[in-house]
């Protein structure tokens, strides 16, 4: 007897022989369904991520030294002192009186800012991924950071209330 699954659309349930996702009716998702596997393999691939990682992500030396920074003893570490310092919880949701739980250090001032504060435990906070993503485009717009962008020479912000209130607004 030969295999047999569900029609992947959904509420059908209708039987279809392998190796086919969908039943006759709904065939025309076939071409897609399987791309979006692909993509996904490929997204999934070490190869591919290799590539990512070490040419497109890391295009000039200074990002890679940045990167290579994260994967050394002395940043976990560190990490883990802050971690255990602020009690697993955002710094930046406690200032707006909220407690939520993270599990991210990051730099209060960016590294590719002030270089020299990398290693400076006061510069560090432990972050959830809504502040994260919050503080990355304040970093960008402020600062100048990231891809594309160039630095700007702007005083440093070290007080954490203070950019909580200039990534809100």
């Known amino acids: 007897m030969p295999r ?26 076939e071409a897609e369904y399987l791309a979006s596997r692909q993509r996904w393999a490929r997204s999934n691939d070490k190869q591919y991520t290799h590539k990512y990682n070490t040419v497109t992500r890391y295009r000039n030396d200074d990002k890679r030294q940045q990167y290579n920074f994260y994967r050394t003893r002395q940043w976990s570490h560190l990490r883990q002192q802050v971690l255990e310092r602020d009690h697993y919880l955002c710094a930046y949701c406690k200032v707006k ?8 250090v990051d730099h209060v001032v960016p590294i590719e800012f002030d270089e020299a504060l990398k290693t400076d435990i006061a510069n560090l906070a432990v972050i959830c991924g809504k502040c994260h993503h919050a503080k990355t485009e304040f970093e960008q717009e402020y600062y100048g950071t990231g891809q594309g962008n160039e630095l700007k020479h702007v005083s440093e912000i070290t007080d954490i209330s203070s950019i909580v209130v200039l990534m809100n607004s």
């Open 97 to 104: 009186g909220v407690i939520t739980p993270a599990k991210t």
């Open 4 to 29: 047999t699954r569900r029609c992947r659309y959904p509420n059908c349930h209708a039987m279809v022989a392998f190796p086919d996702h969908y039943c006759q009716q709904h065939y025309e998702h």
